[in-house]
């Protein structure tokens, strides 16, 4: 079974840095092109970052460039957010997603293109 499990989420002063994770399993993770997402109370799932299967190509959402850096370590099958600066606007639960066996799109980062997704970890950040 195809599993993502975030962690890592807590709370933090503006201006401070979190490190989210997410273990993937029960799918060829190396081959799959992988993101983080987010939702804030009221608001709309937004994409926040994007990476290739290999690592070398990224995308961010203009909002965090800059701040936020995605990478991931195939031979742990886990993704990772590195969270700089953070500012109470980045306060949401942030979700690990998967397009499970297939290579990233270019363009918008949209929630359509990817079929599995994790259960969510909590950021808030207080002014």
């Known amino acids: 079974q195809v599993q993502l499990v975030e962690s890592g989420g807590g709370s933090v002063q503006a201006g401070g840095s979190l490190r989210l994770s997410c273990a993937a399993s029960?799918?060829?993770?190396?081959?799959?092109?992988m993101g983080w997402f987010r939702q804030a109370p009221g608001k709309e799932r937004e994409g926040v970052a994007r990476?290739?299967?290999?690592?070398?190509?990224?995308d961010y959402a203009a909002s965090v460039k800059g701040r936020f850096t995605i990478s991931r370590d195939n031979a742990k099958k886990t993704l990772y957010l590195q969270m700089n600066n953070l500012a109470p606007e980045d306060t949401a639960m942030y979700y690990c997603?998967?397009?499970?066996?297939?290579?990233?799109?270019?363009?918008?980062?949209?929630?359509?293109?990817?079929?599995?997704w994790g259960q969510g970890t909590q950021v808030t950040v207080s002014s």
């Open positions: 997603a998967a397009r499970v066996g297939n290579y990233c799109y270019s363009g918008a980062l949209t929630r359509a293109d990817f079929g599995a």
């Open positions: 029960g799918f060829a993770y190396s081959s799959s092109c």
């Open positions: 990476i290739s299967t290999g690592g070398v190509i990224t």
